[in-house]
T-cell receptor, first 114, second 114 residues
Framework: ETGVTQTPRHLVMGMTNKKSLKCEQH?????MYWYKQSAKKPLELMFV???????ENNSVPSRFSPECPNSSHLFLHLHTLQPEDSALYLC?????????????FGPGTRLLVL | SQQGEEDPQALSIQEGENATMNCSYK?????LQWYRQNSGRGLVHLIL?????REKHSGRLRVTLDTSKKSSSLLITASRAADTASYFC??????????????FGKGTKLSVKP
């Protein structure tokens, strides 16, 4: 897990708050991903960045806004979230985007929206 | 899109026993991966098997792939309490702009009792 770090590890926010999740990878990878993991549901891919360019937005509501300033850092900006957005948010990276690539995950941010 | 479905949803065994988890998917794949997740943490890659492979080993792990049945199994031999975790299979998408995206199942929750 030390290859991909995420901060904060836990976050409680009200529906009117604005917060950001941060992900950093120290593996020299070029692709980064945001996933949402809710109870009893499969991992949901949210966003994909490849060489700093967003290549996929998986129909994610606009209250989630990703930012990738460089290949090592990925942010997820949150605003006016809903209680159903409470979940574990996982960041992952891979050497590049493509078939057969192993993804390396961070420990996740446990988000609770009140 | 295709999705891995693990079976069983939960499995409880004694230390030293073998644990077998199954995964089924819906369409053709290039690769299938297995990941492990300790409670509330990120996923850790275990093993990747390509569509032209039938069996692969890594330590106490044995993965099989049957593309005619669109299924895979993960066998953990001589289980340990530390193997307690959720196990996910992930298949890759191979079409259009989604090439390389991983589709995860809901996972099998394994509990190994000392």
């Amino acid at each position: 897990e030390t290859g991909v770090t995420q901060t904060p590890r836990h976050l409680v926010m009200g529906m009117t708050n604005k917060k950001s999740l941060k992900c950093e990878q120290h593996l020299g990878h070029n692709a980064m991903y945001w996933y949402k993991q809710s109870a009893k549901k499969p991992l949901e891919l949210m966003f994909v960045y490849n060489f700093k360019e967003q290549t996929e937005n998986n129909s994610v509501p606009s209250r989630f806004s990703p930012e990738c300033p460089n290949s090592s850092h990925l942010f997820l900006h949150l605003h006016t979230l809903q209680p159903e957005d409470s979940a574990l948010y996982l960041c992952a990276s891979s050497g590049k985007r493509g078939l057969g690539e192993t993804q390396y995950f961070g420990p996740g941010t446990r988000l609770l929206v009140l | 899109s295709q999705q891995g479905e693990e079976d069983p949803q939960a499995l409880s065994i004694q230390e030293g026993e073998n644990a077998t988890m199954n995964c089924s998917y819906k369409t053709s794949i290039n690769n299938l991966q297995w990941y492990r997740q300790n409670s509330g943490r990120g996923l850790v890659h275990l093993i990747l098997i390509r569509s032209n492979e039938r069996e692969k080993h890594s330590g106490r792990l044995r993965v099989t792939l049957d593309t005619s049945k669109k299924s895979s199994s993960l066998l953990i031999t001589a289980s340990r309490a530390a193997d307690t975790a959720s196990y996910f299979c992930a298949t890759d998408e191979d079409y259009g702009g989604s090439q390389g995206n991983l589709i995860f199942g809901k996972g099998t929750k394994l509990s190994v009792k000392p």
